[in-house]
Structures are given as structure tokens and as C-alpha cells.
């Protein structure tokens, strides 16, 4: 199953944009879904997630105030509204989605999508 994301673009600094993923089909039985990113020459990083159950959120100090991460579980979709973007969260962002199985658990991820924050 690919997740497929949608919303980046270029921006201004102090800009928003609002990012959404979702599980085409609602084929996936999610149990939390979230957004990383992966800025050039570092690593992928958490950004922030969501549990489909209980609705508790987590979020990275980076953007903890500036993001809202929220979810539709009837359509399998998480969204991530960013505001007062910043140089620093021009990233690829990669949407991830967590499905528990008799098996443990299964990671589902998107091909990505580009933030581009200017100065």
C-alpha cells in the first residue's frame, strides 16, 4: 500500500501550507499516522503524529506552537497545517502510517512531498 501525500510547494518565510495523506482504498487498519522529513544531508525526523484511537498528538520541539497535525480516521487521512514556516522546515515530507498485525507492526510510508521555505 503507498500512502499518497499532497500540498507542498514553494513558500515565503512566515507563510503556511497544509499538507494531506491518505491511504487510497482505506485498505489499512491504522493505528497512528504521522509526517517526517528529511532536510538535505540529515536525517528523517518526526514531526509530529497522531493516534487514530485516542486522538493524542506528539509533536517535535521544532514545530511544537507552528504545526497542527489532525486526521479523518473514516478516510484513513491525516493533514499537517503549518504556519510561521521557516527556511529550517524546507524538507521533503513523508507521510507514515502504523498498522498493528498479529504479525507487530507494519509501517506504510508516502513517496514524499517538497516543502520549500525562501527566505
Known amino acids: 500500500v503507498q500512502l499518497v501525500e499532497s500540498g507542498g510547494g514553494l513558500v515565503q518565510a512566515g507563510d503556511s501550507l497544509r499538507l494531506s495523506c491518505t491511504d487510497p482504498?482505506?485498505?489499512?487498519?491504522?493505528?497512528?499516522m504521522g509526517w517526517y522529513r528529511q532536510a538535505p544531508g540529515k536525517q528523517r525526523e518526526l514531526v509530529a503524529t497522531?493516534?487514530?484511537?485516542?486522538?493524542?498528538?506528539n509533536y517535535a520541539d521544532s514545530v511544537k506552537g507552528r504545526f497542527t497535525i489532525s486526521s479523518d480516521s473514516a478516510k484513513n487521512t491525516v493533514y499537517l497545517q503549518m504556519n510561521s514556516l521557516k527556511p529550517e522546515d524546507t524538507a521533503i515530507y513523508y507521510c507514515?502510517?502504523?498498522?498493528?498485525?498479529?504479525?507487530?507492526?507494519?509501517?506504510?510510508w508516502g513517496k514524499g512531498t517538497l516543502v520549500t521555505v525562501s527566505s
Open positions: 507514515n502510517a502504523v498498522d498493528y498485525t498479529l504479525l507487530g507492526a507494519m509501517n506504510y
Open positions: 497522531i493516534n487514530f484511537g485516542t486522538s493524542s498528538t
Open positions: 482504498g482505506s485498505t489499512l487498519t491504522i493505528s497512528v
